[in-house]
């Protein structure tokens, strides 16, 4: 074979070799292109979603800020709306567009077909867990009677162990130790680190506690939480207790209530209308000890001025000056108006007769079922806008004795309202929800806590 013949031998395979390479670097070249475009499309499909979570959660944000600005027009009114008047005014302004998006303000509602209705929540439509008793706790749903002494062993200030509660050392015993709160709770979810205590007791089938009965909370187990599929949603403990409400803070008129136990008497007859000598016995009665302000709604005045030894029950013997008792207006206005100790002390939430259910009211030990009845209606009757305590003495089983001992739990305004804020983007229907609670007790109207989900 001479060597022009293995010359001519080679090319072909010289030739074969190129194309060859020249294929492999046309794939990979399309491979990298193909890769390039994959990662663009998902860069892409990435930026539009984020860019559609931005449309709905400022969407959202957009609901809870309608909110707000219709509790700030109410702080502000000469006049407020009673809570089932001002409850329906917020409803009416839960729903709106803004650019690509729109938002809806959602609350409970078992009457409506959906199980939702537009709207925020009164946050003190069921009985804080700090007011409850042992007799209250032991009223709740699974509860035992370990499992309620733990419950106020982990809410009191004090380290003594209840007779089948827990302190600092059961929990220090745990698998990872932790420490009782020894105080006031802001979330019912803190509940499930008391021991003994179970999640579902708290959240029946809301597990993410939004009151709305979501599709995987009726979907007979087919995803968490577990649930019977039955339309209705069930929200264990969460429905009859609250930790986020609160009581004080400004008056109905808008201003700082007044501590009888420092005002000056002069102050106290302009803002409730009584004669002098009623303030000056008001006053002095204030400034002792033990007083109370339920005190003035168990005894009448008179009686009160005795006690504290500024006279008043004659008809002027030994040079004293008669005080008059004072009327339901004025007592219903020193209720509103005034506090004994600092104003600036929040305390903790009631139950709002006007927007509790008839279940919460079963809660409270120290209502009876006759009681709560009455109320019920008389509560129906006004339209769920009880202007103040003092009316429920109309009530014929009402007396001054029982409204004294229901005072420390009942209410019928609130500060809190609960706000779930769901924005929808139009272009994607991706949805996010702003949870948050808005306090009127303030001024200007603050939001006290709020999260994104």
């Known amino acids: 074979m001479t060597a022009c013949q293995d010359q001519s031998r080679s090319i072909p395979s010289t030739r074969a070799f190129a194309t060859a390479l020249v294929i492999w670097g046309v794939a990979l070249a399309v491979l990298i292109l193909a890769g390039l475009q994959v990662a663009a499309f998902r860069e892409a499909a990435d930026g539009r979603e984020v860019a559609a979570r931005i449309r709905a959660q400022w969407a959202a944000r957009a609901g809870v800020e309608r909110q707000i600005a219709r509790l700030q027009q109410e702080a502000d009114a000469a006049q407020p709306m009673g809570t089932g008047s001002l409850l329906a005014s917020m409803a009416l302004e839960a729903e709106g567009q803004v650019a690509m998006a729109s938002y809806a303000v959602l ?34 749903p699974d509860m035992t009677e370990d499992v309620a002494d733990a419950i106020l062993d982990y809410l009191d200030s004090d380290d003594d162990i209840r007779e089948l509660g827990a302190e600092v050392e059961t929990y220090s015993a745990m698998p990872i130790p932790y420490k009782p709160r020894n105080g006031p709770i802001r979330d019912i979810r803190e509940l499930e680190l008391v021991v003994g205590v179970r999640p579902e007791w708290v959240r029946g089938e809301d597990w993410n506690l ?23 949603l069930d929200q264990g403990w969460a429905a009859i207790i609250t930790a986020g409400g609160t009581s004080g803070g400004l008056s109905i008129t808008g201003q700082e209530r007044i501590d009888l136990s420092t005002a000056d008497p002069s102050e106290v007859a302009k803002a409730l209308g009584v004669e002098d000598a009623q303030a000056e016995a008001i006053v002095t009665y204030a400034q002792g000890a033990d007083a109370k302000i339920e005190d003035f709604i168990r005894t009448d005045l008179p009686t009160l001025a005795q006690q504290s030894g500024g006279g008043g029950g004659g008809a002027g013997g030994g040079g004293r000056t008669r005080i ?25 939430g009631k139950l709002n007769l006007n927007t509790a259910s008839a279940e919460s009211l079963e809660y409270i030990s120290a209502l009876d079922p006759t009681m709560r009845d009455a109320i019920l209606l008389f509560r129906d009757q006004s339209g769920g806008d009880i202007a103040s305590l003092t009316e429920l003495l109309s009530i014929p089983q009402m007396t001054t004795a029982t409204l004294a001992t229901l005072y420390p739990y009942i209410e019928v305004r609130s500060n809190v309202f609960r706000v779930v804020s769901r924005g929808r983007d139009e272009s994607t229907g991706l949805t996010v929800e702003i949870h948050c609670e808005i306090d009127r007790g303030t001024q200007p109207v603050t939001i006290r806590r709020l999260s994104v989900r």
């Open 210 to 232: 939004n009151g709305i009965l979501d599709p995987n909370e009726n979907d007979g187990n087919e995803s968490w939480p577990p649930d019977n599929a039955d339309g209705v």
């Open 107 to 140: 609350r409970p509602d078992l009457a409506s077909a959906t199980g939702i209705s537009p709207g925020p929540t009164d946050a003190d439509d069921r009985i804080d867990i700090h007011s409850m008793t042992f007799d209250d706790l032991m009223l709740l």
């Open 324 to 348: 008059r008792a004072l009327t339901n207006d004025q007592l219903g206005i020193l209720l509103d108006e005034c506090v004994i100790g600092d104003p600036a002390v929040m305390g903790r």
